[in-house]
């Protein structure tokens, strides 16, 4: 077995569904695979003794689900005032239509189309609920919608799916931007170093304790990667799904349509910049 503080981001044991943080608890969605891993985390946000939360990423429109958070927040002698996506894809919220009518609330994201209420969200806006501060940080990449919440009072960031508890990321071509998304690890990195965020809380799979050594180890994935690709079409590979089958070959077939929306990006990528 491997040591988890010997893992990138050193994960806090397998999937979480309970208290992450002394503001934070995950309900965990039923919806597991091979992209969502144990299921989407819905976050549920709160100062402590507070009697309001704050929900991020509502997940599927899965009617047990979606009364379960409000049920836990209920439980813990908290109403949900307000909920927040961190981008759009339906694991993170299709719910958030049905979510909002259960509990009475705006849905604030930075995608128009994905709002309820006038109040959308964007670089540098903090959100605000009794007595807890969010503060919004632009991550696209993943893809062009994504944002983080940073999680000062906890020390913490909340990644959707631009940092998982396991695994890495698909950056969503043709959506997501291979250039975005390395400037938006290097954001999250600025975190680590100047804020001192030390805890990730995923879209998926377990909490991270070492945010800046999980960030690192994207950041380099990514480089790697990117070097395959480059090394791949100087061999003869054309195709990103040819490209797929000889640099993603000990990856899981089944994954293999997501790692070529990742392969269509960063051939992309080397377009824009001279390097293919």
């Known amino acids: ?14 999937a979480l569904n309970g208290p992450a943080t002394p503001r934070a608890v995950n309900v965990l969605a039923p919806n597991p695979s091979a992209m969502t891993l144990d299921g989407t985390n819905t976050w549920l946000l709160s100062e402590p003794g507070s009697a309001v939360a704050v929900v991020v990423d509502p997940g599927p429109l899965d009617e047990g689900h979606l009364r379960n958070v409000v049920d836990t927040a209920e439980r813990s002698g908290k109403r949900v005032a307000l909920t927040l996506l961190t981008h759009g894809h339906p694991d993170h919220a299709a719910g ?79 959506d997501g931007r291979l250039g975005d998304y390395l400037d938006s690890l290097r954001r999250l990195r600025s975190l680590t170093v100047d804020d001192g965020v030390h805890t990730v809380l995923p879209g998926h799979g377990p909490v991270l304790e070492d945010a800046q050594g999980a960030v690192e180890y994207y950041l380099a994935h990514r480089a790697h990667r990117l070097a395959q690709v480059e ?6 590979y054309r195709t990103a799904s040819e490209i797929v089958a000889h640099v993603y070959a000990d990856v899981d077939r089944t994954l293999w349509p997501a790692a070529e929306l990742s392969v269509r990006a960063q051939l992309d990528y080397l377009v824009e910049h001279g390097l293919i």
């Open 96 to 174: 958030a239509a049905r979510f909002a009518e259960l509990t009475g609330t705006k849905v604030r994201a930075l995608d128009p189309a994905l709002r309820l209420g006038d109040e959308g969200l964007g670089a540098g806006d903090v959100v605000k609920a009794g007595g807890l501060e969010l503060r919004v940080v632009p991550t696209p990449g993943h893809t062009a919608d994504s944002l983080s919440f940073h999680l000062p009072a906890d020390r913490a960031v909340l990644t959707g799916d631009t940092v998982l508890g396991r695994g890495t990321t698909v950056v969503a071509h043709p």
């Open 1 to 14: 077995m491997t040591d988890a503080s010997a893992l990138p981001g050193q994960p806090r044991g397998g």
């Open 231 to 236: 090394t791949a079409v100087e061999d003869g």
